[in-house]
């Protein structure tokens, strides 16, 4: 796996820190090679300082405009909610509901699940939206970018201790039930 690093994310205690103007990691590699349901864990703390657009994961096709997007929203009063984005073909999906706000400077879990109809977005385990998409499948072959988008657009400011992903909808054990 190819690995090109933008800006200079640092490393500390077990987590990676985008400053939100040009850090970020963009891996020549797909983990959601082809498939139409799929669990996303995402351990991540976003920092004041940022833009009102932050992408902190990507998987973007290299062949398509399909694509997979864990981004936030920052208001004016400083905190964030969350906006996922899955686009199969001609169908996409955008979740987000800015009355589940949340203070920036925290750790958090994202996780968003796609069980092959429908897609559904929570906070540290707390529903917050869905919505259906039958059918949709992510792209063969694609890049992934953690902090900024795979483009270098929306970078992200905070840091993210992991992300994991697999195609058992069920949550793993050592990040809790959601």
């Given amino acids: 796996m190819n690995a090109v690093i933008l800006g200079q994310p ?6 990676v820190f985008f400053d939100g103007v040009a850090d970020g990691i963009i ?3 797909n983990p959601l090679r082809s ?9 991540f703390a976003p920092a004041s300082g940022g833009a009102a657009e932050q992408r902190f994961f990507h998987i973007q096709s290299t062949t ?3 694509r997979l997007l864990l981004e936030i929203r920052v208001t004016p ?5 969350a906006d996922s984005f899955f686009s199969c073909g001609d169908a996409f999906l955008v979740l987000q509901d800015s009355a ?16 092959g109809t429908m897609l559904e977005q929570r906070i540290d385990g707390r529903f917050e939206c869905s919505g259906r998409m039958p059918g949709a499948q992510t792209p063969d072959t694609a890049v992934t970018s953690i ?9 992200f ?9 697999s195609t058992e909808l069920s949550a793993p054990a050592s990040v809790g039930g959601a």
């Fill in 35 to 43: 498939v139409g349901r799929f669990r996303i864990d995402a351990e």
């Fill in 10 to 15: 640092r490393v500390d205690d077990g987590a």
């Fill in 64 to 66: 398509s405009t399909d």
């Fill in 100 to 115: 589940c706000a949340h203070p920036l400077n925290h750790w958090y879990r994202y996780t968003l699940v796609y069980d």
């Fill in 27 to 29: 891996l020549d590699e």
């Fill in 147 to 155: 902090g900024i988008r795979a483009n270098g657009a929306f970078p």
């Fill in 77 to 81: 009063d400083g905190q964030w909610f």
């Fill in 157 to 165: 400011c905070g840091a993210v201790r992991s992300v994991r992903i």
